[in-house]
């Protein structure tokens, strides 16, 4: 089966993140699916909203790190897959759909990287979201910080990113991330996306693009500083550290070296 399952309802396509026994969490090969399923679903008439969610009991912890040593480990590699980690969360910020991220259970790293890229997240009281990057010595990409900020402002943002701590559905609603907590999360976000749906796509398209651009402005950031930032922390022996470490369910000892 699939790792990533698309189904309909009504007009509403539900893609489902489809590997629970790994707590959802995603593959290079998934992150490059991932994008062309949402082109695929851009261009199709009949869909006119899209809801992501994960199977079983978890929305997705994000990355594999088990595959880390193989696909991201040095600068080379990290470079090319933060390029297709960007290129799926692209693809959903960029459909003209209306789209919803389900989170039941963690959401973590890129987990939340694929949720913010979402128009809303809807949450239920088994949510658990973080971003745990500074555990790694990974430096969150550029698209995602700035996606982060755009919900929950500066202060939040770096509360979320320096203490790599978790945060549950209500916090998360407090802070900006989550915009509903329901108890029957899915038939609330169906119920959102049919009533989205049944309005004239063209304003939601151009009312989608115009609020997304003007949230995504990069403003004065040195684009190229930040990069060589992220790269230099993927050439590091912390980052190797913090590899070993998850594999080893150890604590990491950083160096900041």
């Known amino acids: 089966m699939s790792d990533i399952l698309v189904t309909m309802v009504d007009t509403v396509a539900v893609v489902t993140i489809n590997r629970p026994g790994n707590r959802n969490s995603m593959t290079l090969s998934m992150w490059q699916e991932m994008a062309a399923i949402f082109k695929r679903l851009d261009r199709d008439a009949n869909t006119r909203a899209i809801i992501l969610t994960g199977a079983g009991s978890d929305f997705s912890t994000g990355a594999d790190i088990a595959e880390f040593a193989k696909v991201r480990s040095d600068a080379a ?12 969360s692209d693809a959903i910020q960029g459909t003209s759909k209306p789209t919803i991220a389900v989170l039941r259970g963690y959401c973590l790293g890129g987990g939340c990287h694929l949720a913010m890229a979402c128009d809303f997240r809807f949450a239920d009281n088994t949510a658990q979201i973080g971003i745990p990057a500074a555990r790694l010595s990974i430096i969150y990409g550029v698209r995602s910080t700035q996606r982060l900020l ?3 402002g500066v202060s939040a943002a770096k509360r979320i990113l320096f203490s790599a701590e978790r945060f549950d559905a209500e916090a998360g609603l407090k802070n900006g991330f989550v915009d509903e907590v329901s108890a029957e999360v899915m038939d609330a976000a169906i119920l959102f996306a049919k009533t989205m749906a049944a ?3 063209l304003s939601i398209a151009g009312a989608k693009r115009i609020l997304n651009d003007v949230a995504m402005g990069l403003g004065i950031l040195d684009a190229e500083a930040a990069q060589k930032l992220i790269e230099e922390a993927s050439n590091s022996y912390d980052y190797s550290e913090g590899r ?11 160096q900041g070296r």
């Open 150 to 152: 755009s919900l929950v």
């Open 244 to 254: 070993n470490a998850f594999a080893e369910k150890r604590s990491p000892n950083f």
């Open 199 to 201: 309005n004239a796509p």
């Open 77 to 88: 590699q990290s470079t090319a897959y933060e390029v297709a980690v960007d290129a799926s």
